[in-house]
């Protein structure tokens, strides 16, 4: 089997979660807590561009694959769960919020794996609603990680903070219109 770079960036995305959350457990005398926010954030920063980049890769090259389709989500809701529970035990984002987004990533990934053993995929496929949710939660978890200055005078805690409410809107918006493209092909049959 040839090398298959977007799956390699797919399992380098599912390598990173413990390393960018273990920095955040490091003893500030190891690591001073700005460090480890700077690191860490860092860690999720490339994580998260490696997301867009194999999927990229893997239609520019043809590589795509059913183990690929598969794979992608799986990290991405890993590397999500993962960073909201870190931002919850660090007193960066509320529980409730992250019980929401997790439920939701929860709830569609059943919802489409039913469809697919339906043979009704397509019909879940990913929205530009779920797009947007996505980069909501990106830059929210991003933010909410660095939790330093980035621009004078902007407090990236209440930006990540904001962020992640648009993100929070976003993923009972999105989950709303899946359920509904779910519902209209039990209504069909």
Not at 168 to 175: A, C, K, Q, R
């Amino acid at each position: 089997m040839p090398f298959n770079l977007p799956i390699f960036l797919t399992w380098l995305r599912v390598a990173l979660i413990p390393i960018f959350v273990g920095v955040f457990y490091l003893p500030a005398t190891v690591m001073p807590v700005t460090m480890q926010n700077m690191v860490g954030g860092s860690l999720f920063f490339l994580a998260a561009i490696t997301d867009w980049f194999d999927g990229y890769l893997a239609r520019r090259w043809n590589q795509t694959s059913s183990f690929g389709a598969f794979l992608d989500p799986v990290a991405d809701k890993l590397m999500v769960a993962a960073a909201l529970i870190l931002l919850v035990e660090l007193a960066r984002a509320p529980a409730w919020l992250a019980v929401v987004i997790i439920g939701r990533e929860i709830t569609i990934s059943a919802l489409r794996e039913w469809m697919a053993q339906l043979g009704k995929s397509k019909n879940t496929a990913v929205a530009y609603i779920g797009k947007l949710k996505t980069g909501a939660q990106m830059v929210a978890i991003l933010l909410l990680l660095w939790s330093g200055p980035l621009l004078p005078g902007v407090s990236t805690q209440f930006v990540g903070e904001l962020a992640l409410y648009v993100a929070g809107i976003l993923t009972i918006v999105s989950m709303f219109y899946y359920l509904e493209l779910a519902a209209k092909q039990f209504k069909e049959e």
